[in-house]
């Protein structure tokens, strides 16, 4: 019961973390802010980062459950023959393209 109880306290963690940095944190949401001005004060803030937090924390559950579970091995089977041979070739390529750049080279304006 300890390791799911530690794995909800880290979705609340994680999910706060969240809200802080990419949701705009105990700040009202946009719409609401255009039209009342009173939004980001008292205990609106609070409100506000507690419906953001359990909108997230709907979202995880929602995910955990809806998405089938994946075995050890067959992530480990992903990561060693996708994941690694594709970020090889990416890592030639930009070292290829910076290369050229760094030449002046008239082909290397790719990206």
Do not use: C, H
């Not at 794995?7 to 949701?23: G, K, P, W």
């Not at 359990?54 to 579970?69: D, H, K, V």
């Amino acid at each position: 019961a300890m390791f799911m109880l530690a794995e909800y306290i880290n979705m609340v963690t994680v999910s706060a973390v969240a809200v802080t940095l990419f949701l705009g944190g105990w700040r009202a949401p946009f719409p609401v802010t255009a039209f009342w001005e009173g939004a980001n004060q008292g205990w609106w803030p609070m409100l506000w980062f507690t419906l953001k937090l359990q909108l997230l924390l709907f979202l995880f559950i929602w995910l955990r459950g809806t998405l089938p579970r994946v075995r050890y091995d067959q992530l480990m089977k992903l990561g060693w023959k996708v994941l690694i041979p594709v970020s090889v070739v990416w890592l030639m390529l930009v070292a290829t393209v910076r290369t050229l750049r760094n030449e002046n080279m008239p082909f290397a304006d790719i990206a």
